[in-house]
């Protein structure tokens, strides 16, 4: 049983940066791999980025390369998004994810727990 807790959202000016912070507590030896989703209203829920336990693999939406970053600090068992240049199309909730298993986990499917989301909003 895993919980996770996202924070830092906010509203922003487009260009400004946002960091995210996803807490997990529980069993976090079953946070193999942690990512990021988003959902816009109306829209479907769609794949921001993925870590794996080491940090060594990471993968990101075409629509976030050059921009966001992930990084996760296991002795804090916490997974950050940094979010630079951003954009009002980034507008979004955002939901922090993990799964128990390795892989690139680009599909909701993939993932055991999910936060409860934070809102970012992005005006122009």
Request: with cysteine; proline share 2%; glycine share 12%.
């Amino acid at each position: 049983q895993v919980q996770l807790a996202e924070s830092g959202g906010g509203l922003v000016q487009a260009g400004d940066s946002l960091r995210l912070s996803c807490a997990a507590s529980g069993r976090t030896s079953s946070t193999t791999c942690m990512g990021w989703f988003r959902q816009a209203p109306g829209k479907e829920r769609e794949f921001v980025a993925s870590i794996s336990w080491s940090g060594g693999n990471t993968y990101y939406a075409d629509s976030v390369k050059g921009r966001f970053t992930i990084s996760r600090d296991n002795a804090k068992n916490t997974v950050y998004l940094q979010m630079n240049s951003l954009k009002p199309e980034d507008t979004a909730v955002y939901f922090c994810a993990a799964s128990r298993f390795y892989g690139p986990k680009w599909y909701q499917g993939d993932y055991d727990y999910w936060g409860q989301g934070t809102q970012v909003t992005v005006s122009s």
